[in-house]
């Protein structure tokens, strides 16, 4: 046990850039008091605790920890989100779309990360056409895939995934999903994994464990 009472396991457990183990999450709701829901982030704990009263709240921070491991911890006074908001089908930063061609010759000619990607055939309730974002450019095996989210293409057999809109370029095509919602895309058009905004160009997946805290 540490000097706070919390068991050495749980405490070594909890660090930057690092997911808890299942069984360390349930020593968090054992040891941290009206806990609804503990969630890890890469450099702090959030503590959703059971709604009460504004003064019972601060009442109740005066006794529970400011640290655990190596993380602060941040407590919020009943559910912090309601809705999932997940899988929302919008592209748009700012409330606008970025509808920009980036594989006109005149913009480069080539699909950079974060860009605009449309579902054809199909459009929602509201008339809008599922999009996502270009995601990285991976390779396995010699076999080379774009990421993205891919439950915009769930409605559609044909995951033909269009840059910037359905009547724009053909770009890729779903051929795979990973867990619930990572699609992999093969291409046909010339790709990039440099952000345009910053002229930065990733270069490799790392596990959490390669990474540097700082």
Same mark, same amino acid.
């Given at each position: 046990?540490?000097?706070?009472?919390?068991?050495?396991?749980?405490?070594?457990?909890?660090?930057?850039?690092?997911?808890?183990?299942?069984?360390?999450?349930?020593?968090?709701?054992?040891?941290?008091?009206?806990?609804?829901?503990?969630?890890?982030?890469?450099?702090?704990?959030?503590?959703?605790?059971?709604?009460?009263?504004?003064?019972?709240?601060?009442?109740?921070?005066?006794?529970?920890?400011?640290?655990?491991?190596?993380?602060?911890?941040?407590?919020?006074?009943?559910?912090?989100?309601?809705?999932?908001? #997940?899988?929302?089908?919008?592209?748009?930063?700012?409330?606008?779309?970025?509808?920009?061609?980036?594989?006109?010759?005149?913009?480069?000619?080539?699909?950079?990360?974060?860009?605009?990607?449309?579902?054809?055939?199909?459009?929602?309730?509201?008339?809008?056409?599922?999009?996502?974002?270009?995601?990285?450019?991976?390779?396995?095996?010699?076999?080379?895939?774009?990421?993205? #989210?891919?439950?915009?293409?769930? #409605?559609?057999?044909?995951?033909?995934?269009?840059?910037?809109?359905?009547? #724009?370029?053909?770009?890729?095509?779903?051929?795979?999903?990973?867990?619930?919602?990572?699609?992999?895309?093969?291409?046909?058009?010339?790709?990039?994994?440099?952000?345009?905004?910053?002229?930065?160009?990733?270069?490799?997946?790392?596990?959490?464990?390669?990474?540097?805290?700082?």
């Amino acid at each position: 046990m540490t000097e706070d009472g919390v068991p050495a396991s749980v405490w070594n457990d909890i660090k930057p850039f690092h997911i808890p183990q299942l069984a360390t999450f349930g020593s968090l709701h054992k040891f941290i008091a009206h806990p609804e829901y503990v969630s890890s982030l890469p450099q702090r704990l959030v503590v959703e605790l059971a709604q009460m009263q504004y003064e019972e709240f601060q009442n109740t921070l005066t006794s529970l920890p400011d640290t655990i491991g190596c993380l602060n911890v941040g407590y919020v006074n009943g559910p912090l989100l309601t809705k999932k908001f #997940a899988r929302q089908n919008a592209c748009q930063s700012d409330g606008e779309y970025d509808d920009s061609d980036y594989l006109d010759l005149d913009n480069g000619g080539t699909l950079g990360l974060g860009l605009l990607l449309e579902c054809g055939g199909y459009l929602d309730d509201k008339g809008m056409c599922p999009a996502s974002k270009s995601g990285i450019n991976v390779c396995n095996d010699e076999k080379i895939r774009l990421t993205m #989210a891919a439950h915009g293409w769930d #409605a559609v057999q044909d995951k033909v995934v269009y840059h910037p809109t359905r009547h #724009a370029h053909n770009t890729a095509k779903i051929v795979e999903t990973i867990g619930e919602d990572l699609g992999l895309a093969s291409l046909t058009c010339p790709i990039t994994n440099e952000l345009p905004e910053l002229q930065v160009k990733a270069k490799a997946l790392l596990r959490s464990s390669q990474s540097r805290y700082n």
